[in-house]
């Protein structure tokens, strides 16, 4: 069975004040397409979680969809600061929860398990857990039930709908993602439906079963988005497009009407992602 | 090779804590530039990991941060964060990770989270991404900034990363692996992080140690500080020529 969806069908599944992941990680694979899409939608109240937070977070908080945010900080690299996401949550306008990469990617990992939780060193002693509630629904410090030592105890995570932007997928969803995975898997995992956004869609049996990432019974649709990332990059296919995330990261910062102006240009002023690649200056990928 | 920069004497001695054959995790920027070269001079065998899943990277060019392409350049593997931070950190087998920090507390501890500014206003940072999971389970940490006196506090503002005593107590009892931070590079000095406290080391030439002692507003012992050599030119070069030649990180 096919899992070829389009992109718009597919953030118009998007419920407002549903718990969504992305993928991304700073300035590389942030589903930038699907942000975009929701944003022009107007969805609202969703929450975000996503492990490490980048350009596709700034965005989606910045487009006024997120009230509630479960990472573990990020930034634009050199680029700049998450400053739509550090203006929210300074703004109280979001509620965020901030973990160690490693918790929030255990917490995940703990979902896609079906575990009823996962103990982890990390995180004990900072200002990190302190800052969850001492009957967090999320995060806890107990005792190892076999030495008596004191660990945080994650719940797992799993969002109602996981976006990850990947290489190859095949249109029953096998996925292969080049270069470093981060959090990726642990998140397609854990999702209740995993979205794919793919540079390429070849059929059933046209990859290599080894290179294999994210397997087709955890996926429930693949887009076909060439470039789908851009202006952030995707390793071997494209680099991140530097005039583009400096006119970004230039208004994020600025906020107000040149943030708003920003979004009314590149945003909600275009109709589909290859009319953006073209106003913003990507190539649709081959 | 011409005079040195005070921020390139910090990434020379940051590099002389690294001893040959380590497993480290480092983020971008001087903690990076330090650990290769370390690598490239008397530590050939060490081994560099980044949290996103890459592990002895060789970059050659100048990258924007860890989740610039760049950076994973000739990698000899490429995997997740539950490889490198779960398997290899959690799991023990990481014997240093190399920080940044906003602020450090005399444990060590560090924040990279949240300052809050001279209006009042607070301002947020990174976060911590990897840092408190280097932090919390790292063999030992070295933290490497800019010896700035309002960066050392008797309480860091946001606790981000735990150091090397935990709420007064040792960070063993709280839960913690490792040794916790371990030394402290600036660009003015190397100061010793142990269970009672901070301990100046070494100054970098020309330093004088009073002086040093005088910007560090936070209890700081100060007997037999011994003066640092200067950077060798085959350091210098090694840099300014591979490893930051933009010369964004050291100029």
Not at chain 1, 257 to 275: I, P, T, W
Not at chain 2, 64 to 74: E, K
């Amino acid at each position: 069975m096919s899992k070829l969806a389009s992109l718009e069908e597919s953030a118009a599944s998007v419920e407002d004040g549903s718990h969504i992941a992305f993928g991304g990680f700073a300035i590389t694979r942030c589903v930038v397409a699907v942000a975009h899409a929701l944003v022009r939608a107007r969805r609202r109240d969703l929450t975000l979680s996503q492990v490490v937070g980048g350009f596709d977070t700034d965005l989606l908080v910045g487009g006024g969809c997120v009230t509630r945010l479960a990472y573990s900080g990020g930034s634009l690299d050199r680029f700049g600061s998450l400053h739509a996401v550090n203006r929210a949550i300074l703004e109280h306008e979001i509620d965020a929860e901030e973990y160690s990469s490693l918790a929030l990617t255990l917490r995940l990992h703990a979902g896609g398990l079906g575990l009823p939780f996962i103990p982890t060193r990390s995180m004990l002693g900072s200002d990190l857990i302190a800052d969850f509630a001492d009957n967090s629904d999320a995060v806890r410090t107990g005792s190892d039930p076999f030495t008596g030592a004191t660990v945080a105890l994650l719940a797992p995570l799993r969002p109602d709908v996981a976006f990850i932007h990947v290489d190859v997928a095949d249109e029953a969803g096998n996925a292969t993602i080049g270069g470093p995975t981060w959090g990726m898997r642990e998140t397609a995992f854990a999702a209740k439906r995993t979205v794919l956004l793919t540079e390429a869609v070849v059929a059933v049996g046209a990859i290599d079963p080894n290179s294999v990432a994210i397997p087709a019974p955890v996926v429930s649709s693949v887009i076909h988005a060439p470039s789908g990332a851009f202006p952030t990059a995707v390793v071997g296919r494209y680099d991140y497009n530097r005039e583009h995330l400096t006119a970004y990261a230039a208004a994020s910062k600025a906020g107000g009407s040149a943030y708003a102006e920003f979004l009314d240009e590149y945003v909600f002023a275009v109709n589909s992602h290859a009319e953006y690649l073209a106003l913003a200056g990507g190539e649709p990928s081959a | 090779m011409s005079a040195w920069t005070p921020r390139e004497m910090m990434v020379v001695a940051a590099s002389h804590e690294i001893a040959d054959g380590e497993l480290i995790l480092v983020g971008l920027g001087v903690p990076q530039i330090a650990a290769l070269l370390a690598k490239a001079t008397h530590a050939p065998d060490v081994t560099l990991a980044l949290e996103l899943g890459v592990i002895a990277a060789h970059p050659t060019e100048s990258a924007m941060g860890i989740a610039d392409p760049r950076m994973w350049q000739g990698a000899q593997a490429v995997c997740g964060m539950i490889d490198v931070l779960g398997y290899l950190l959690h799991g023990g087998r990481v014997t240093m990770g190399i920080l940044g920090a906003l602020e450090v507390d005399t444990a060590g501890s560090a924040n990279s989270s949240v300052i809050t500014q001279n209006d009042g206003t607070k301002r947020r940072f990174t976060g911590s991404g990897g840092a408190n999971d280097i932090a919390s389970l790292a063999g030992r940490v070295m933290i490497v900034m800019s010896h700035d006196p309002r960066k050392f506090r008797d309480r860091v503002e946001f606790l981000t990363s735990p150091g090397r005593r935990v709420n007064g107590g040792p960070r063993a009892a709280a839960g913690l692996s490792g040794l916790g931070t371990a030394s402290i590079v600036t660009d003015r000095a190397v100061i010793d992080v142990d269970d009672d406290g901070l301990r100046l080391r070494s100054v970098h030439p020309g330093e004088d140690a009073a002086a040093v002692v005088a910007d560090t507003p936070v209890a700081l012992r100060s007997d037999g500080v011994v003066e640092a050599p200067p950077p060798s030119s085959n350091e210098l070069r090694l840099i300014r020529e591979e490893f930051d030649t933009q010369g964004w990180y050291t100029s």
